[in-house]
């Protein structure tokens, strides 16, 4: 059975880090371009972060280019959302889906996904 697990998220004060992991089971993450979206309470789901297969591409959502990175390690089936200087409008659910085509904002497009981590930016 195909899952997605999103570990990392958590309590943090403004200005501080966290990293989000997303690991996979009963599929191959090599085979998927993989994007962090997140959902904050009444808000739709947005993407994050993008990256393809062989991490040769990254894309970033406008408001954490500069503050976060994804990175994958196709060995382990992980890819990783690192995340600096953290802001109170980062709280959100953040879930990890993989995509059988390319990066895509459009939700739609994802196969599979995770049941997401809580980030919660708060002093």
């Known amino acids: 059975q195909e899952r997605l697990v999103e570990y990392g998220g958590g309590l943090v004060q403004p200005g501080g880090s966290l990293r989000l992991s997303c690991e996979a089971s009963?599929?191959?993450?090599?085979?998927?371009?993989i994007a962090w979206f997140r959902q904050a309470p009444g808000r739709e789901r947005e993407m994050v972060s993008c990256?393809?297969?062989?991490?040769?591409?990254?894309n970033y959502a406008n408001f954490v280019r500069g503050r976060f990175t994804i990175s994958r390690d196709n060995a382990n089936n992980i890819v990783d959302l690192q995340m600096n200087r953290l802001e109170p409008e980062d709280t959100a659910v953040y879930l990890c889906?993989?995509?059988?085509?390319?990066?895509?904002?459009?939700?739609?497009?994802?196969?599979?996904w995770g049941q997401g981590t809580q980030v919660t930016v708060s002093s």
């Open positions: 990256i393809s297969t062989s991490g040769a591409r990254t």
């Open positions: 889906a993989a995509n059988t085509y390319y990066c895509s904002d459009y939700v739609e497009t994802y196969k599979f």
């Open positions: 009963g599929l191959t993450l090599e085979y998927y371009d």
